[in-house]
């Protein structure tokens, strides 16, 4: 990872489970995620100078998914760092790849809040350093959230708001409730997921539903 931390007490936080600890990884992975994105927004920009905004979106979005952090985490090796709960861990959590993307998110969050924003993006850039990145990839199939913002913008409507309602199941097993709401259209969906980004995916796809029902053309 070729940071050294000041506070090493957020590389432990960004560690560890909700099933190992109460002080565990999941606000450090709020703030990863948002660095990530804007991190490889940064790369794209540079990188594929050609491409229209929505193209852009949906590179990005191939870039960032659960596939894509989950095989950075393992070549990263987290599935022998991360600390886990002993149900999480008899039940395969350390190879679990939501529970490994969250947690590359919850390092960056981490790395950010250690050294700033500079030292969050270099990270960023030496770990999709091996990942090869070009306008072809916008041509992979689009997950429901990308659907979905590229239906809103394309009517120039703001982006949806994703909440998560609720949680279900044993900390080391659970299952998340979440909200995706469009204010606009006073409409609101549910979704439920093994991981936060699953549930939102899970309510992106039952919004697209009742968007194509409702405005089917």
């Not at 709020?30 to 794209?44: C, R, Y």
């Not at 979905?148 to 949806?160: D, F, S």
């Amino acid at each position: 990872m070729q940071h050294q931390f000041a506070n090493p007490s957020l590389l432990s936080r960004a560690l560890t489970h909700r099933s190992f600890s109460s002080d565990h990884y999941e606000r450090l992975e709020f703030l990863g995620d948002s660095v990530l994105g804007l991190a490889i927004s940064a790369l794209l920009y540079s990188r594929l100078d050609k491409l229209a905004e929505g193209d852009l979106s949906r590179v990005r979005a191939n870039l960032v998914k659960q596939e894509t952090l989950h095989q950075l985490a393992v070549e990263l090796g987290l599935p022998d760092l991360l600390r886990l709960g002993e149900g999480e861990v008899r039940s395969g959590g350390q190879k679990r790849p939501s529970i490994l993307a969250d947690a590359l998110e919850a390092i960056i969050g981490a790395v950010y809040l250690d050294a700033g924003y500079g030292k969050a993006q270099e990270l960023v850039y030496r770990l999709f350093n091996a990942v090869e990145i070009n306008p072809q990839m916008d041509a992979i199939g689009k997950d429901a959230k990308t659907a979905l913002q590229e239906w809103l913008q394309g009517r120039k409507m703001k982006l949806p708001v994703y909440k998560v309602v609720g949680t279900l199941g044993a900390a080391h097993k659970q299952t998340f409730d979440v909200e995706c709401e469009i204010p606009e259209l006073r409409l609101s969906e549910r979704g439920i997921g093994g991981s936060r980004r699953a549930g939102e995916q899970a309510a992106a796809t039952a919004m697209l539903q009742t968007l194509q029902t409702k405005y089917p053309t």
